[in-house]
């Protein structure tokens, strides 16, 4: 796969944020645990849009190595839209996956 010099751009910025907020420990930060990832996507304005055009592969793909292997461990993923934002911005929780059971 060819990632766009927009797209490489994008993974080192994120790799700098998850570097900066993890210290120096050089492995990712669940290893090879499964995840699950809950996404407020702050537009930098009003106009209209679709919450899929900025909830998929390039965030998870940019999340690979930093906080996880593969992005393959990501078991639950929530996205919602939040305020406007000036610039915009991308609040992301990730924690351990916990398994829902349900007994009926």
């Known amino acids: 796969m060819v990632i766009s010099k927009r797209g490489r751009e994008f993974k080192s910025e994120v790799g700098m944020l998850i570097q900066s907020e993890r ?3 050089g492995v990712p930060l669940f290893g090879k645990e499964l995840v ?3 996404m407020v996507l702050n537009p930098p304005d009003k106009r209209r ?3 899929d055009n900025f909830s998929g592969k390039s ?3 940019s999340l690979i190595g930093g906080l996880y292997e593969d992005d393959c461990q990501v078991k639950k993923l929530t996205v919602e839209f939040g305020e406007v934002v000036k610039g915009g911005q991308l609040v992301l929780i990730c924690q351990l ?3 829902q059971t349900s007994i009926i």
């Open 23 to 25: 210290g120096e420990h």
């Open 36 to 38: 699950s990832l809950n």
């Open 49 to 51: 849009r679709d919450i």
């Open 59 to 61: 965030i998870l793909d």
């Open 97 to 99: 996956y916990e398994a």
